[in-house]
T-cell receptor, first 114, second 112 residues
Framework: NAGVTQTPKFRILKIGQSMTLQCTQD?????MYWYRQDPGMGLKLIYYSVGAGITDKGEVPNGYNVSRSTTEDFPLRLELAAPSQTSVYFC?????????????FGPGTRLLVL | AQSVTQLDSQVPVFEEAPVELRCNYSSSVSVYLFWYVQYPNQGLQLLLKYLSGSTLVESINGFEAEFNKSQTSFHLRKPSVHISDTAEYFCAVSGVNTPLVFGKGTRLSVIA
């Protein structure tokens, strides 16, 4: 099991450019999440998905889009990059059944928007 | 809605001293509680979790946390810290089928 993988690890964008952050999990988890982490602010939920074809907004969705065409993949799209989107982005997947609950995080993508 | 408050943003402590990182939560439904650790320039790793049963939960590296429903707390403790425990610690809460909600984190600095 590779767990949760994210690409790229680092990226520098110019204002107005677009990019897609890739996230893949090989654990057949239904739940997947995108968070952003800013210094002193903890992790804030951008979007999440409870299964293929189903997505929903989190706390800070503006400026982002997601899709979930397969159980394994949950890409995050930035259409018009802004300096406020400079952050570290974490993807996660979750296994939950009854009282068994485990969430796994990817290694993160560091994004700088100039 | 659920929320988490980590009362200390930074906690310096000498090596081999005890430490407590405080976490309070707010939720109108039954909760699952978690502590995650993030070492410098790395992702988040699960340290321990409370789902049900015994209110005292332990990790493999000597940390423990106690779920206190009446005080809505889930404080993290370790009786003797090591330099290698220097990291940022995040408390998180979720419910059944709801996403994790994180606190802002506590930066633990262990001083030799």
């Amino acid at each position: 099991n590779a767990g949760v993988t994210q690409t790229p690890k680092f990226r520098i964008l110019k204002i107005g450019q677009s990019m897609t952050l890739q996230c893949t999990q090989d654990m057949n988890h239904n739940y997947m999440y995108w968070y952003r982490q800013d210094p002193g602010m903890g992790l804030k939920l951008i979007y999440y998905s409870v299964g293929a074809g189903i997505t929903d907004k989190g706390e800070v969705p503006n400026g982002y889009n997601v899709s979930r065409s397969t159980t394994e993949d949950f890409p995050l799209r930035l259409e018009l990059a802004a300096p406020s989107q400079t952050s570290v982005y974490f993807c996660a997947s979750r296994y939950q059944t009854g009282v068994q609950e485990t969430q796994y995080f990817g290694p993160g993508t560091r994004l700088l928007v100039l | 809605a659920q929320s988490v408050t980590q009362l200390d943003s930074q906690v310096p402590v000498f090596e081999e001293a005890p430490v407590e990182l405080r976490c309070n939560y707010s939720s109108s439904v039954s909760v699952y509680l978690f502590w995650y650790v993030q070492y410098p320039n790395q992702g988040l790793q699960l340290l321990l979790k409370y789902l049900s049963g015994s209110t005292l939960v332990e990790s493999i590296n000597g940390f423990e946390a106690e779920f206190n429903k009446s005080q809505t707390s889930f404080h993290l403790r370790k009786p003797s810290v090591h330099i290698s425990d220097t990291a940022e610690y995040f408390c998180a809460v979720s419910g059944v089928n709801t996403p994790l909600v994180f606190g802002k984190g506590t930066r633990l600095s262990v001083i030799a």
